[in-house]
């Protein structure tokens, strides 16, 4: 079976400074890695994925993430956030094995102020 | 192209009723879940299907009754509600679960027991 921490609960940044969310995951097979982003009353959206090759992803609205398999660690990061980057952030697992569920983490909200 | 349809969006009900929250979708994806978000708590697997007429348990299925008879819809039935379900219910759908392939979530529906 999967799963995922997220370290932290809550991340209160200021405008333009730099961001970590950290996550780590526990798999006794290969995974997939996942971070969703859910805005305000808004339903969940994939932010980015890591599947092969390069250990790190990006997206298109500047956040990225590294996977390092030793650490068993995908976290997201980002050089300067926005305030319309507050939302809550979920990493999520799933197996290399067909017919196996996405399980999440508990979540990280990023509260941005100016 | 509608992707994964959820009814109703909002929904209040009275301890120990009945109901069905819908989903659809149009993509003939094989692998359909259903997640209830509670804060602080992230997404949690209620059932899951790998295909038409198979349905397996999750996380925290008590209370919920899926069927699958069809590729397209997957119905969570709450059988006697109770306060606890008070949630915000997505489903999901995946080629196959597991995977490279992704996940496409529904907008959700705002559960209130009272």
Known sequence: AQSVTQLDSQVPVFEEAPVELRCNYSSSVSVYLFWYVQYPNQGLQLLLKYLSGSTLVESINGFEAEFNKSQTSFHLRKPSVHISDTAEYFCAVSANQAGTALIFGKGTTLSVSS | ?114
């Open chain 2, 1 to 114: 192209n509608a992707g994964v349809t959820q009814t109703p969006k909002f929904q209040v009900l009275k301890t120990g009723q009945s109901m069905t929250l819908q989903c659809a979708q149009d993509m003939n994806h094989e692998y359909m879940s259903w997640y209830r978000q509670d804060p602080g708590m992230g997404l949690r697997l209620i059932h899951y299907s790998v295909g038409a007429g198979i349905t397996d348990q999750g996380e925290v299925p008590n209370g919920y009754n899926v069927s699958r008879s069809t590729t397209e819809d997957f119905p969570l039935r709450l059988l006697s509600a109770a306060p606890s379900q008070t949630s915000v219910y997505f489903c999901a759908s995946s080629p196959q679960g597991g995977g490279p392939y992704g996940y496409t979530f529904g907008s959700g529906t705002r559960l209130t027991v009272v």
